[in-house]
């Protein structure tokens, strides 16, 4: 129930939420069809009904006496995935609607709902989105895969955003804009948030995670796809990448210098919703780019390439990605390796001299790592 007055149905169902709906081994590995999902409801309270995939067919439901007045609605989701992928939602939402073309020449539906009320404030996300849908198509080939694409911004939802599949679902505060009361900094994170929810599309749910201890191939990925996306959209990728130093500066270092230090690729848990972290996503995304610095663009476009040419469908690991970008550069990656699984902030010292028009440069590093990790430098002279 996402409302006090219960006329708002929104689930979240990652990491362990699909168990508490029905019976079902709800690990990523699992990944299934939801071919058909029919949601049945009062008509009155809950005009919308919604869940993953293509809507194949709604209407009233047969047989029901006229005070009653239930409605139905069938969905349908043709590519295969986890139950933590799965979404719910019922209520009475108002909505805007848009199109996007993709580079293929498909028309796909796009769908903004939320509470009648702030229906006029979703016009920046409805422009960001197709704004992300471009971007990852330009840059990494990535097309949307369905017909329609729904987002659901409702107040009541406290997980901030899901990226479930097709029918993303967010906070007011991630989704909404007004020129007269939101700032700067509100449109570039809801620009930022929305492109991260669909950049999931093909980093995290077409290809998605064996287990929870790979968490950061799907959320460190796609961090760095979000931040990419943010810099190069609003050309300011230095500012970008200055905000995005401050951020790992600061509470990530702090998490892992603390108690709660952590490697990205954890080894143990208690609980899987304590492992959503700034590590995991924050480090997990510098790991990332340290992929794209080591073999350029290009290089890091050749390796996402072949990981989705190899995976594309599965449930895999972090292991995986590396080998994909090892393989398809022809390079040895396996010291870089050491970072899935190492905790702490590596600290780099140097010393250099210049004598008689030479200049040299040595470097050491300290971590808690019992081999010397892989860490790509910059010189500038």
Sequence with gaps: DGSKDGSMYCSQCEAEGFRRISYYPDRPDNMATFEKVRIEANAKKFPVLLSNGNLVEEGQCEGESSNENRKFAIWSDPFPKPSYLFALVAGDLGHLE??????????????????HKNVSKLNYAVGSLKRAMKWDEDTFGLEYDLDLFNVVAVESFNMGAMENKSLNVFNTSCVLADPVTSSDANYLNIERIIGHEYFHNWTGNRVTCRDWFQLTLKEGLTVFRDQQFSGQINKCEAVKRIQTVLVVRGPQYKEDAGPMSHPIRPDSYIAMDNFYTNTVYRKGAEIIRMYDTILG?????????????????????CDDFLAA???????DLSQFGRWYSTSGTPVITYSSTFDKGLYQLSLSQNSRSDEPLFIPVAIGL
Aim: glycine content about 10%.
């Design 297 to 317: 663009s290009p290089g890091f476009r050749k390796g996402m390439d072949l990981y989705f040419k190899r995976h594309d469908g599965c449930a895999v690991t």
């Design 98 to 115: 848009d199109t996007f073309t993709t580079m293929s020449g498909r028309k796909v539906e796009l769908r903004f709902y939320s509470e």
């Design 325 to 331: 970008m090892a393989d398809a550069n022809g390079v």
